[in-house]
């Protein structure tokens, strides 16, 4: 079974542009998590979407946005980019919903950006 | 923000040692989880330990949980070097969302 893919891999951009980043969560997963772990610090919540509803936004400016598709597919979007954006991002899916039972994420090997 | 705070930052032993990292938690959670994660990519999920429980194993992994104290340990017994990871704890508060907030991570070396 394929695990939740991301893409690019690497991408370089710089200051002022824009990007998307890609996600797609294991087959059969409704739940697509993002998240922006900066070196050296811990993940940090960007957002979460199930069923293509957003069910949560973590402190990150308008700047950031994303959407969920109907196969459940999402794209992280982030305007005007700034070197403090450089980070590796990452996506997790789940089969929770947020009002049942929860068994953790399985996350994606992330998306490294790098603006200059 | 950074809910969890990992103890130690860094842990080095020897290949068949025992490691224990610990995190503290600062709000009412519904579950907590351990993630590992090897050179700056992708988390790996290990265990997650729900609030009404206070020890859980998997395999070679050992996690207790104190809600009184707000805090979790990871134990790693008999470490391997493939075992040489950054280790994350991360909680959720339920309420219709599972997001996740992370602690710093404990970086585990093993030494063969």
């Known amino acids: ?116 | 923000s950074q809910q969890g705070e990992e103890d130690p930052q860094a842990l080095s032993i020897q290949e068949g040692e025992n490691a224990t990292m610990n995190c503290s938690y600062k709000t009412s959670i519904n579950n907590l989880q351990w993630y590992r994660q090897n050179s700056g990519r992708g988390l790996v999920h290990l265990i997650l330990i729900r609030s009404n429980e206070r020890e859980k194993h998997s395999g070679r992994l050992r996690v207790t949980l104190d809600t009184s104290k707000k805090s979790s340990s990871l134990l790693i017994t008999a470490s391997r070097a493939a075992d040489t990871a950054s280790y994350f704890c991360a909680t959720d508060s339920g309420a219709g969302s599972y997001q996740l907030t992370f602690g710093k991570g404990t970086k585990l070396s093993v030494i063969p």
Not at chain 1, 30 to 48: A, C, D, E, T
């Open chain 1, 1 to 116: 079974d394929a695990g939740v893919t991301q893409s690019p891999t690497h991408l370089i951009k710089t200051r002022g542009q824009q990007v998307t980043l890609r996600c797609s969560p294991i087959s059969g997963h409704k739940s697509v998590s993002w998240y922006q772990q900066v070196l050296g610090q811990g993940p940090q919540f960007i957002f979460q979407y199930y069923e293509k509803e957003e069910r949560g936004r973590g402190n990150f400016p308008d700047r950031f946005s994303a959407r969920q598709f109907p196969n459940y597919s999402s794209e992280l979007n982030v305007n005007a980019l700034l070197l403090g954006d450089s980070a590796l991002y990452l996506c997790a899916s789940s089969l929770a919903s947020g009002t049942g039972s929860f068994y953790g994420y399985t996350f994606g090997s992330g998306t490294r950006l790098t603006v200059v």
